[in-house]
């Protein structure tokens, strides 16, 4: 069975410090993995996705994330932090032949200080 | 920010009554999405519609009922709901039912069953 985990409930950060919300998957086969932000009384938005290839993968805003297939990890990052990145993240994991199903983790506050 | 529109944003309904939930995606795609998103949990996926044929159950009781007239709208008809079922519903839609696609999110609907 699929599963996603974010182990940290919130992360602390000054603004203009790098940036890692940690996310770890469990998949049986290869993994399609997401990184989505949300803001309050907003839905969800994409930021970035890794299918293949390149293991780092930049999106939107400046962010990007690595992916790491021996420790199963896809840490979202970021060089330097704004206060405008605070947000609920959210990771994300299917398996290919499935029907758009998205496994989500529990998601990660994020916090910029000035 | 518009390609996905839900309505209403606020619904407060008592356990007896019948309401309905609108989405309507204008990206022109294939497949369209319901989540549940409750406090301190994932999110949860209820329903995957492609090309308005029903895909994916996710064990949703049938005090929950779907429908996809097109591919453009998607509906959730809801009656005699529980309190527990208070959540915040997202709909979603992405080019086709599969995890290669990123998915695009509409506001959402909070619902509070009293």
């Known amino acids: 069975a699929q599963s996603v985990a974010q182990p940290e409930d919130q992360v602390n950060v000054a603004e203009g410090n790098p940036l890692t919300v940690k996310c770890t998957y469990s998949?049986?086969?290869?993994?399609?993995l997401f990184w989505y932000v949300q803001y309050p009384n907003r839905g969800l938005q994409f930021l970035l996705k890794?299918?293949?290839?390149?293991?780092l993968v930049k999106g939107s805003y400046g962010f990007e994330a690595e992916f790491n297939k021996s420790q199963t990890s896809f840490h979202l990052k970021k060089p330097s932090a704004l206060v405008s990145d605070s947000a609920l993240y959210y990771c994300?994991?299917?398996?290919?032949?499935?029907?758009?199903?998205?496994?989500f983790g529990q998601g990660t506050t994020l916090q910029v200080k000035p | 920010e518009t390609g996905v529109t839900q309505t209403p944003r606020h619904l407060v309904m008592g356990m007896t009554n019948k309401k309905s939930l609108k989405c309507e995606q204008h990206?022109?795609?294939?497949?369209m999405y319901w989540y549940k998103q409750s406090a301190k949990k994932p999110l949860e996926l209820m329903f995957v519609?492609?090309?308005?044929?029903?895909?994916e159950n996710n064990s949703v009781p049938s005090r929950f009922s779907p429908e996809c007239p097109n591919s453009s709208h998607l509906f959730l008809h809801l009656h005699t709901l529980q309190p527990e079922d208070s959540a915040l519903y997202l709909c979603?839609?992405?080019?086709?039912?599969?995890?290669?696609?990123?998915?695009?999110f509409g506001p959402g609907t909070r619902l509070t069953v009293t």
């Open positions: 979603a839609s992405s080019q086709a039912a599969s995890v290669a696609y990123e998915q695009y």
């Open positions: 998949v049986s086969g290869n993994p399609y």
């Open positions: 890794y299918i293949t290839g390149d293991n």
């Open positions: 994300a994991v299917g398996e290919i032949g499935n029907t758009g199903k998205l496994i």
């Open positions: 990206l022109g795609h294939n497949a």
């Open positions: 519609y492609s090309l308005e044929e029903r895909v």
